[in-house]
């Protein structure tokens, strides 16, 4: 088992509707937690980051964390064309260590 | 400030061959990584260093050496390239010292080995 999950997509949605991106990983211990988006060719830029049980959210943004279902989530609402990309979940899983899920390709059409 | 700059941007090597990925920070951040990235396989880390002077191997070390030279400069250093080393590789800083905080990450270098 991969210790962070994503499905790989891709996923399709229409423009100004919401997108869910969804993530598990397998060790218990982790705390903090983090979405980075990436466009084609370019390097990952930190969307939001996570610490807290519940709902975070930034502008259209909310990421949801439950840490008893090892479970990370994000809501991407109103959706753009500028947001198609791929969303990377990461896990800070002991001091430095980040591991990466393989991303999530997100096409909004308009 | 140019934020995490690396170089070169694209390089191609013959198997067996060596060569040193440079990478520099101007926020004077604590830690520093290295990753390569993988279709299909998401960003995989292969060393980072917490503070000048300490590194420590990440998931996949095999293959690779790296050296902080200072606070600002991290580099990374095949030493006799492989074709399963064709890759993308990021650099990424950090303001913590033990994780857990935001990594800002370079533009990234394509490797291809041949």
């Known amino acids: 088992q991969k210790e962070v999950e994503q499905n790989s997509g891709p996923l399709s949605v229409p423009e100004g509707a919401i997108a869910s991106l969804n993530c598990t990983y397998s060790?218990?211990?982790?705390?903090?937690f983090f979405w980075y988006r990436q466009y084609s060719g370019k390097s990952p830029e930190l969307i939001m980051f996570?610490?807290?049980?519940g709902d975070k959210e930034d502008g259209r943004f909310t990421a949801q964390l439950n840490k008893a279902s090892q479970y990370v989530s994000l809501l991407i609402r109103d959706s753009q064309p500028s947001d198609s990309a791929t969303y990377l979940c990461?896990?800070?899983?002991?001091?430095?260590?980040?591991?990466f899920g393989a991303g999530t390709r997100l096409t909004v059409k308009p | 400030n140019a934020g995490v700059t690396q170089t070169p941007k694209f390089q191609v090597l013959k198997t067996g061959q060596s060569m040193t990925l440079q990478c520099a920070q101007d926020?004077?951040?604590?830690?520093m990584y290295w990753y390569r990235q993988d279709p299909g396989m998401g960003l995989r880390l292969i060393y980072y260093?917490?503070?000048?002077?300490?590194?420590d191997k990440g998931e996949v070390p095999n293959g690779y050496n790296v050296s902080r030279l200072n606070k600002r400069e991290f580099s990374l250093r095949l030493e006799s390239a492989a074709p399963s080393q064709t890759s993308v590789y990021f650099c990424?800083?950090?303001?913590?010292?033990?994780?857990?905080?935001?990594?800002?990450f370079g533009p990234g270098t394509r490797l291809t080995v041949l």
């Open positions: 990424a800083s950090s303001p913590g010292l033990a994780g857990g905080l935001e990594q800002f």
């Open positions: 060790d218990r211990g982790s705390q903090s």
């Open positions: 996570i610490y807290s049980n």
């Open positions: 990461a896990v800070n899983i002991l001091f430095n260590d980040m591991r």
């Open positions: 926020m004077n951040h604590n830690s």
């Open positions: 260093s917490a503070s000048e002077g300490t590194t």
